[in-house]
């Protein structure tokens, strides 16, 4: 088949990037939700636990077999060894790269993949193949390069003998835990297909043919009536409307929304697209049935069924991991640091006005969930607001001396690094808005399309918004589109550097108080 450029109209890379001109319309992306039925809700809390993601599981399983493999090879080194301690170090370097090389030649043989591991017999002898080359470099260079005494050949030897043993126990018990998971729903990918009738029955079919199938399909959801589209697609119920999946995707852990129409209903798509992408999820397109083929890398495969790559999850898997231990890091680092400010701010609010000393606000979190914000209290206590609905304003006479100090200098936000620990916030990403928040009398997903896509990652104590001097009061319909667009950029261009970056520029802008009242 020819394969053919994007066309124009169809412009995936666009909504990669994030643009604001693409969002929800306002009964997805203001602050009314569509409800659903006692069947989706039912069926939604049954996905409500988080399941274990592929790449996670396999990342841990490379952890546990170098440090295995290296733990073997300093053992062996103990009880074999007639001098243990004269060899420690030449074993710990030989374990060390013999550990890694094995790992490396196990990924260059495809040993890692879900479907290898759920069959691990089938791929023992690309395991023990990879293991007995790495050990044979490893003694060809103690050969070449090292003197030793006769003993430690058998140091090797048995190395070899024992680590084979293990990878093959290890891997079959993998193999049994992966499919004891697989059964169990705890390791899989959870999708709704979106769009009923034959081209979702033919879809259906197609990923039940795949024998490595790691999908379950969670329900259907289409706009059609049952008219033109049935109430069950083969053998899972049509769960509602298209509107009513955003709900339903924030209640259950879904990983993938499957769009089960022809690439020649182009509208429908960028209609459905505009409505789902403020969604944490991956979003693909079923391209089985389709005979327009795109770049091979625009595509990802569950078996042989390609689906055509529209739009990622942001920060998942690993990425996740090193965001987490980021956050961890740097907050208990800032503590450590900033603890007399915090005994500081705490007697100044205390002895300066009756009340609290922190103060605690809903706002919106990760997937639109509403978090307990902590902040240190800046307002008289029979003047707060919770709801964040009427903004502070320049000489607002709701905050106290001390308060309008401390937000200038934003050391009201630092009791945030105990959210932060806590998992609900991390250190960089979008701010997160009271969930009342407006401008006039406007909520913010009214004035700016799409402006929940800024939820697909955790909210921020500090964010690329407030570094650009988008910090501070939002009476203007432009600041908000503003910062929602440097959220957007954020989001789309996320790295560790890029955190790192603007957590050491966050204490420089913080200079600039003009904004802050």
């Known amino acids: ?51 274990y993601s592929p790449s996670i599981v396999i990342g841990q399983l490379r952890f546990l077999e170098f440090f295995s493999l290296l733990g073997i090879a300093l053992a062996t080194n103990y009880f074999l060894a ?8 030449d074993t710990s370097i ?16 495809d040993c890692y993949h879900v479907s290898i591991l759920r069959s691990p017999m089938g791929s023992m002898a690309r395991v023990l193949g990879s293991w ?44 049994l835990a992966i499919r004891r998971w697989g059964r169990n729903g705890v390791m899989e990918r959870r999708a709704v297909i979106v769009g009923g009738g034959k081209p979702a029955k033919d879809l259906i079919r197609a990923l039940e043919q795949q024998p490595e199938n790691d999908i379950r399909i969670c329900g259907i959801f289409d706009d059609r009536s049952a008219a033109r589209s049935p109430d069950v697609v083969a053998g899972y119920p049509k769960l509602g409307t298209v509107a009513e999946l955003v709900e339903f995707a924030r209640l259950a852990h879904i990983d993938m929304l499957i769009i089960s129409l022809p690439l020649s209903a ?20 079923a391209a089985h049935s389709n005979n327009l083929r795109f770049r091979p890398r625009a595509y990802s495969h569950v078996g042989a069924v390609p689906l055509l790559d529209i739009l990622d999850k942001p920060i998942r898997d690993w990425d996740s ?10 907050s208990l680092l800032s503590l450590s640091l900033l603890w007399p400010v915090f005994i500081a701010t705490a007697i100044a609010v205390k002895t300066t006005s009756k009340g609290p000393i922190f103060f605690v606000q809903k706002r919106h979190g990760f997937n639109n969930e509403v978090i307990n914000v902590l902040k240190f209290r800046s307002m008289y206590t029979e003047m707060s607001d919770p709801t964040a609905k009427n903004a502070v304003t320049k000489g607002d006479p709701r905050v106290t001396r001390v308060g309008r100090f401390i937000r200038k200098t934003s050391i009201d936000e630092l009791p945030q690094l105990f959210n932060v620990l806590r998992g609900d916030l991390s250190l960089v990403g979008p701010r997160p808005h009271a969930i009342l928040g407006q401008t006039r009398d406007k909520t913010f997903g009214e004035i700016v399309e799409g402006y929940f896509a800024r939820h697909r990652v955790k909210p921020g104590v500090t ?31 996320w790295s560790l550097w890029f955190d790192l970056k603007i957590l050491f520029l966050t204490p420089i802008k913080l200079l600039n108080t003009e904004n802050a009242y």
């Open 94 to 109: 030989s374990g060390f790269a013999g550990a890694l090389l094995a790992l490396l030649l196990m990924q260059a043989s």
């Open 132 to 175: 007995m080359a790495s050990l044979g470099v490893v003694a060809l260079v103690n050969l070449l390069f090292v003197d030793h005494d006769p003993y430690y050949r058998g140091v090797l030897a048995a190395w070899f003998g024992v680590g084979a043993g293990y990878l093959l126990v290890e891997r079959n018990l993998i193999g």
């Open 266 to 285: 182009e509208a429908r798509i960028m209609q459905l697209l505009k409505m789902l992408w403020v969604l944490p999820v991956d979003i693909r397109l």
């Open 321 to 330: 991991v090193a965001k987490r231990a980021f956050d961890i890091f740097f």
């Open 463 to 493: 964010g690329w918004a407030q570094i650009n001097g988008w910090r501070g009061e939002i009476d203007t319909d432009d600041k908000i589109k503003f910062r929602t667009a440097y959220d957007l950029y954020y989001i789309e261009n």
């Open 82 to 89: 007639e001098d243990p301690g004269a060899h420690f170090l």
């Open 1 to 51: 088949m020819n394969k053919v450029d994007k066309p124009e109209a169809f412009d995936l890379d666009a909504l990669r990037r994030g643009q604001t001109t693409v969002g929800a319309p306002d009964n997805v992306g203001g602050e009314r939700k569509a409800e659903i039925s006692a069947l989706a809700r039912q069926i939604a809390g049954q996905y409500a636990m988080a399941n």
